[in-house]
């Protein structure tokens, strides 16, 4: 039978542009058997075993395909459902190893670790999702993620803890997220890894979602239900580094294959994984595979790419005389650099209604901008310096909080630089940090109170929104990938209050452009009082020129009534929400329902608005239209 690989395949794959591997490596079925082919330019024989050959490392070796490093034969008789796995034998015959195929679609559920011969066919319903995401924009739209790991999200009760599959959570997570008036879920990785604790950032199947859940077939229709219900998915990708395993990527074919061959460039000291030499073309060709595969042939609709600082610098987590410069004696990984621009250029080329995220912590310049100006590609960078400074900030008692003013503040230094998303992401919630809530200083009521406030600090604030699971109701414990998120919470009317003001956040950052069209331009942001640090009081305002949201900020628990803020328009400004209302449990503080404008100027402004700042409170501002009034004739300009 003719292959599948054609020379130019070949040509491409080893210089480093072949972005489809997918499409030729691997198993892939057809009529009468199944045609097979891996990378293992160093051994000296390689064969298929399985239950269908009884695993004998003898009875099916495949051929080399020239000096590509290609193996590959046709199996007559092998078909979907079989499971395999290939024998190699490296130099000199010394080493010997079963291993997973690297571009396996499918493997075995943990702990056994063989690939699994699949047919992907599956018919997809969610056409209208694509076409409508191809006509938008992500920076002027609003995007809301909720940050989800299907292992612990909802577990079955009284079924031994289990967790749902795909297509069990299809519908529960889409009701949810729809309701909470998320735009987008975001899923830790679901490609295959052999160890649960890692939460899916141990992965050996860069083409295989994960068998726990179900089959490939179950996790396509858990997108397409997503998508069919108006919400995005956005998959957690993990190029960094990959674990040791030994029927993993690592000393593939008897040789540093995958992995850089010096340690101090090929080992992750801090997660004890082997790191990707970058700068190999073949792996380059296979990185940027995989990443086109899940926005292809899953229908993703960006990536959020972990660890990029851990990929940028060559002295990451090492110390002095642990690493090795660069070419030009820098401490930059030139070869990662280089993959990261290929792969976004690849990605925006080929899927340009897709995202790319960065997760990159440091002050690496130009993440988010376009390559042919000197930057990275992504599409949007966590702002991980917002997370810390706001959650340093919060985690004071409301007394010290006026000699940390600066925490809330110094960001708009920064806040245009780069496309931000802002995170409160399942890193804050394990190792011993707590749950958000229970981040929070003060009593039962402080507490709650603080963390509606951090919410609207955050849903006001430039830049697009992640929370992970459990945080949009005050969950009390720590995350626990082993168990269910605690549920029965949300019949408590603290936590209720918690998932209301979160639902109705969502809902003004929607339904208003001025908190989202200019999330990534300074021409949407300004000041109203940045310095009343001696009240720890912070106002603000957003626009998308047309439209103004003002947002107020009290991080004491002492109400502030008669505070005057100074506003760019006359008229009666409508309270749109309130952190404190009644209806989150809080104490009731408000303006009744909103005030009009009277011509003092205050802050630089020609007119200004004497409020009542609540307790602990976040209250949001918009101008009300001609017809709000005269639907509502009580509410009169003075």
């Given at each position: 039978m003719r292959s599948l690989i054609t020379d130019s395949d070949l040509y491409l794959f080893n210089e480093g542009s072949h972005f489809h591997l997918a499409d030729k490596l691997g198993a892939h079925p057809l009529q009468g058997g199944t045609q097979m082919a891996v990378w293992a330019p160093n051994a000296e024989y390689v064969s298929v075993i399985g239950d269908h050959n009884g695993w004998d490392k003898g009875a099916q070796p495949l051929q080399r395909r020239g000096d590509s490093g290609i193996w590959e034969a046709f199996l007559p008789g092998l078909g979907p459902g079989a499971v395999y796995k290939y024998h190699i034998v490296g130099p000199h015959g010394f080493h010997r190893v079963d291993k997973a195929d690297p571009l396996a679609r499918f493997a075995e559920v943990a702990p056994r670790q063989g690939s699994v011969v699949w047919d992907l066919a599956y018919e997809w319903g969610d056409a209208e999702w694509r076409q409508l995401r191809g006509q938008s924009s992500a920076a002027r739209e609003a995007w809301s993620i909720y940050e989800v790991h299907l292992g612990s999200w909802r577990r079955a009760p009284g079924e031994g803890n289990r967790s749902l599959s795909y297509r069990e959570l299809a519908s529960q997570l889409a009701d949810y997220v729809e309701w909470l008036g998320f735009t987008h879920v975001e899923l830790l990785p679901v490609m295959e890894h052999p160890f649960f604790g890692s939460w899916g950032y141990q992965v050996t199947g860069f083409f295989a979602p994960s068998s726990r859940y179900g089959t490939p077939q179950d996790f396509k229709y858990l997108v397409d239900h997503l998508h069919q219900r108006g919400i995005g998915v956005i998959l957690d990708w993990v190029p960094s580094h990959f674990p040791t395993d030994a029927h993993g990527l690592g000393y593939f074919d008897g040789t540093h294959l995958y992995e850089h061959s010096d340690p101090r460039q090929g080992f992750h000291p801090e997660w004890n994984s082997n790191i990707f030499n970058y700068s190999r073309h073949e792996v380059r060709s296979f990185l940027i595979s995989s990443a086109l595969w899940w926005l292809e042939e899953y229908h993703a609709d960006g990536l959020r790419v972990d660890g990029v600082a851990s990929m940028l610098y060559l002295d990451y987590a090492r110390k002095r005389g642990e690493w090795l410069p660069n070419e030009r004696g820098g401490r930059e990984n030139l070869g990662a650099v280089e993959l990261l621009r290929r792969m976004n250029s690849a990605i925006y080329a080929a899927r340009p209604d897709a995202e790319t995220i960065a997760e990159e912590s440091t002050s690496w310049p130009a993440v988010s901008r376009p390559t042919y100006l000197g930057g990275l590609g992504f599409g949007m960078k966590w702002d991980l310096g917002w997370m810390h400074d706001t959650l340093e900030y919060l985690e004071l008692e409301g007394i010290h909080r006026k000699f940390h003013h600066g925490n809330l503040t110094f960001r708009r230094l920064y806040a245009f630089t780069e496309n931000f998303v802002l995170p409160l992401s399942h890193d804050e919630v394990v190792y011993g940090k707590g749950s958000l809530l229970t981040k929070m200083p003060g009593d039962d009521w402080q507490k709650f109170a603080n963390l509606r406030l951090l919410l609207g600090w955050m849903w006001a604030s430039p830049g697009k929104k992640l929370l992970f699971m459990g945080g949009e109701f005050g969950q009390r414990a720590e995350w626990n990938h082993d168990s269910s998120l605690d549920w029965y919470l949300t019949g408590d009317d603290r936590h209720a209050g918690i998932q209301r003001w979160l639902r109705d956040l969502n809902e003004l950052y929607r339904r208003e452009p001025a908190l989202h069209r200019l999330d990534f331009d300074a021409g949407g942001f300004e000041w109203v009082d940045a310095n009343d640090s001696e009240q720890s009081v912070i106002s603000l305002l957003r626009t998308d020129g047309e439209r103004s949201v003002l947002a107020a900020f009290n991080f004491t628990p002492v109400p502030r009534p008669g505070y005057r803020l100074g506003v760019p328009d006359e008229g009666y400004w409508r309270e749109l929400l309130n952190s404190d209302a009644a209806e989150y449990c809080g104490?009731?503080?408000?303006?009744?329902?909103?005030?009009?404008?009277?011509?003092?100027?205050?802050?630089?402004?020609?007119?200004?608005?004497?409020?009542?700042?609540?307790?602990?409170?976040?209250?949001?501002?918009?101008?009300?239209?001609?017809?709000?009034?005269?639907?509502?004739?009580?509410?009169?300009?003075?």
């Open positions: 104490s009731g503080w408000g303006n009744q329902g909103g005030v009009s404008t009277t011509p003092v100027s205050w802050h630089g402004r020609p007119h200004s608005l004497q409020l009542t700042l609540p307790p602990l409170a976040a209250v949001f501002f918009g101008l009300a239209e001609a017809q709000e009034l005269e639907a509502n004739p009580h509410q009169t300009r003075e």
